[in-house]
């Protein structure tokens, strides 16, 4: 065994002033990359590694790979396109399941609370509007806190930072599953400004994850046909599809979800994926189509025909003229800044709520309780400002409307009379934005109302989603969307040879919000076209996703990648910074480097294990020609501890032959997809175990990825973000130096690590910004 302690540092006498004739980089190697290495899962603070989308080609794999003939080949390709079609089924009758509860639980507490207010009882039906939500705010809060705390939020970020290689713990796990389902059903039903359709997206990547565990021996699922899937690359893609189709369940919006996991979720993507991700939503949107038609027949209780998103904003007359365009423009720039506005706001409360979840469980039960309390009382207390409006005389409906859904809230109005403030915000929020996007009902809301709806959900979905709960964005940014677009239409709105609505400036206003918040374009587009059955809308939906998102762009980044970014997740983005094409590699490394011989001693392999947390070790041979090293390869800590653990390859003398004479499958190294894995301190090795000797030669990766010392860092991200990479071996140019100088991990990537080690990089990005010289500009 080798230790190569990397070069250290030195002052360089730096008087303060910048010369461009003096290196900008110290040679720092020796420093050790304490940056990024934990992140805040749910509420806890966790270790990340990554996951292993790269294949390690040792013989063992390899003897493996030869042995699979056509009828291996055939059952892997048949339970891909198994495990497509069960992940669509699993996922769409949960999604059915998620609305038909939320609509039936609050159903009933609207019902009941309407009912007390007919009968006069307006402090009861206070008690119990507050109350129930109370209740169903502190279950989810409950359950979440002390079972599954990584089901805490959307589940968009760490879907999305699993996608891109990142292995943070529990946020696919069963548990994860259950209090996500159950959690979502009880914050939505408790009025709480939230949605669905973030946690949608992350149930459906745990049960992809869940199905392809490759079997489980804890549970007898030990189907030969399983074991095709005990790898992280297959569990990816799979993921990718349940992704795909929890936003196709949630929006019943089956190529808006292919598309939602194309451009958001997948930091890979390949024509396989492609027809793998549509095969999944395509069962999604059947089955949802036959389970519909059943409730439709009244079946459902509730239900009837909400929950599932479907806004009818049908017009066949839309017609668009040059006096339209202003307003359009104007709601495109509106949704930029706002957009912009609302996830700097955000990720503020998200710090703040952080400060208190660190004091405690309690402290999050009651900052939820709190939450909860003055959702409530401004939901009942603000439609009281409201005026009562007579019922138009042409209605559509039933007017005033008695019970949950419509457009004409009684609330406290005498008969013939509806409160439009409470239509909009004693409401579920699939109902609020079904009244916002409905057409023919112009004079139905003042603009007053929508406005103050705006500032309240505004409010409320900034302060609700932060709490320990599966919560969602999505819904939330579409009402918040929605309400300033319809102002905007009763600004602009009702002038003459113009077919847009008020329904329609909703609609428009909501695609402008949810651009200038998530930067998506062109699955948010299919999705909103998918949700108003419309395609008249197509072109102005695009231009207000293309101005919104262009504008929101000048300011911050998305919302989801603000999460990730504070939780701690170390994110591989697909550009480059511009500072990075002035390192190389050689700038970044941290050590020191532990490396390992082809035949090594139990003890030292034991030593090493315990006192480093690596996961990865360069093996070396040397040649007895000239005492020269080289690389023969890499191997992982996981293989090491199975090694270590089966026994079977333990030598007496280092001069045995390579293998031992024991024989290993693949199987035996197989990644585990959850549970417990065994540790280093797991294992029992007594002290003659200790002095023999095993052969890493056949269980090395003997083709790692490699890189000179010499390339650019921005070369180095390419490479290693496009090819999935957990480790990336870094080779001197000298070749009469060690065969390996050191090992690039993501974490090496980060730009806080980076400009931690050149901290005068840093000072120069900014005054690069502040000249506002060209990006490609160079200071050497």
């Known amino acids: ?102 609509e039936n639980i609050a159903g009933l507490k609207f019902v009941v609370t309407s009912n007390m207010m007919l009968a006069g009882r307006f402090k009861m039906a206070f008690f119990v509007f507050s109350a129930s939500n109370l209740v169903l705010t502190l279950f989810a809060t409950l359950i979440t806190a002390f079972i599954a705390p990584a089901a805490a939020g959307s589940g968009i970020p760490e879907v999305k930072a699993y996608l891109n290689g990142v292995d943070a713990p529990g946020i696919l796990s069963l548990r994860t599953l259950f209090v996500k389902v159950v959690g979502s059903i009880s914050a939505v039903s408790a009025s709480l400004v939230v949605g669905k359709a973030g946690p949608m997206v992350h149930t459906g990547a745990c049960v992809a994850s869940l199905l392809g565990q490759g079997g489980s021996k804890k549970y007898g699922l030990t ?13 990816r893609d799979l993921v990718t599809c349940g992704s795909a189709a929890g936003i196709a369940a949630a929006f019943r919006a089956p190529v808006g979800g292919v598309l939602f996991a194309l451009e958001e979720m997948a930091s890979w993507w390949r024509s396989a994926l492609l027809w793998r991700s549509f095969f999944a939503t395509a069962v999604v949107a059947i089955v949802l189509r036959a389970l519909i038609d059943v409730c439709l027949s009244g079946k459902c209780g509730l239900f009837g025909k909400g929950g599932l998103i479907m806004f009818d904003v049908y017009s066949a007359s839309i017609t668009y003229h040059l006096t339209d365009v202003p307003s359009v423009l104007l709601l495109g720039v509106m949704g930029g800044i706002l957009g912009s506005f609302y996830n700097f706001l955000l990720e503020k409360v998200l710090r703040m709520y952080n400060f208190i979840n660190e004091k405690g469980t309690v402290y999050k039960i009651l900052l939820a309780c709190l939450i909860s309390l003055f959702t409530s009382c401004l939901l009942f207390g603000v439609p009281w400002l409201g005026s009562c409006q007579p019922c138009p005389p042409d209605a559509l409906e039933a007017c005033p409307t008695i019970g949950r859904s419509g457009n004409y809230k009684k609330f406290q109005c005498s008969s013939g009379h509806y409160n439009d403030l409470a239509s909009l915000i004693f409401n579920t929020n699939d109902d609020a934005i079904r009244n916002l996007f409905s057409r023919n009902t112009d004079s139905e809301f003042h603009a007053s109302s929508v406005l103050v709806f705006f500032l309240i959900c505004c409010v409320l979905s900034i302060l609700s989603y932060g709490i320990v709960a599966p919560v969602g964005l999505f819904v939330p940014v579409i009402v918040t969307g929605a309400s300033y677009g319809r102002f905007v239409g009763m600004l602009f709105g009702g002038r003459p040879h113009s077919s847009l609505n008020h329904g329609l400036y909703a609609v428009l206003g909501a695609a402008s919000f949810l651009g200038g918040s998530m930067r998506m374009t062109v699955s948010l587009c299919v999705i909103l076209l998918e949700l108003t059955n419309n395609l008249l809308l197509l072109p102005l939906i695009m231009l207000v996703l293309l101005i919104s998102k262009t504008v929101a762009d000048a300011f911050n980044g998305n919302i989801y990648d603000l999460i990730m970014k504070a939780k701690g997740f170390p994110y591989l983005v697909a550009h480059t910074e511009p500072y990075m094409r002035q390192l190389t590699v050689a700038d970044v490394l941290s050590g020191p480097l532990w490396t390992f011989h082809g035949v090594e001693k139990v003890g030292t392999i034991v030593h090493v294990l315990r006192i480093t947390k690596h996961n990865g070790f360069p093996v070396v041979d040397e040649c007895s020609q000239d005492d020269s090293r080289v690389l023969y390869g890499l191997i992982l800590r996981a293989h090491l501890v199975e090694l270590l653990k089966r026994k079977d390859g333990f030598m007496s003398t280092s001069a045995e032959s390579r293998g031992g004479g024991v024989e290993f499958s693949a199987a035996d190294f197989a990644k585990r997809g959850s549970g417990t894995r065994d540790t280093i301190d797991d294992l029992e090795i007594s002290a003659e175990e200790m002095e023999m000797y095993v052969d890493l030669h056949p269980f090395t990766n003997a083709s790692p990825y490699t890189v000179v010392e010499t390339m650019s860092l921005a070369k180095a991200l390419v490479l290693f973000r496009q090819l999935g990479l957990r480790h990336l071996l870094v080779i001197p140019k000298i070749t009469n130096r060690s065969p390996v100088v050191g090992i690039l991990t993501r974490h090496d990537f980060m730009p806080e690590h980076v400009l931690g080690l050149h901290p005068l990089l840093f000072r120069s990005r900014w005054k690069r910004l502040r000249l506002q010289v060209p990006r490609t500009f160079s200071i050497f």
């Open 1 to 102: 065994m080798n230790r190569l302690s990397p070069d250290g540092g030195g002052d360089d006498g730096n008087d303060g002033s910048e010369s461009l004739a003096s290196p900008l980089l110290l040679p720092q190697r020796s420093l050790i990359n304490s940056t990024s290495q934990v992140a805040l899962v749910g509420a806890n603070v966790c270790p990340i590694e990554s996951l292993d989308y790269e294949i390690a080609e040792n013989d063992v794999f390899k003897q493996d790979w030869r042995s699979r003939g056509k009828k291996q080949m055939f059952q892997y390709l048949f339970m891909k396109w198994s495990l497509c079609f069960l992940v669509g089924l699993i996922v769409s009758v949960i999604g059915f399941f998620n609305n038909l509860a939320v």
């Open 223 to 235: 189907w030969k046909w399983l074991r095709f899937f005990k790898n992280d690359r297959d569990r």
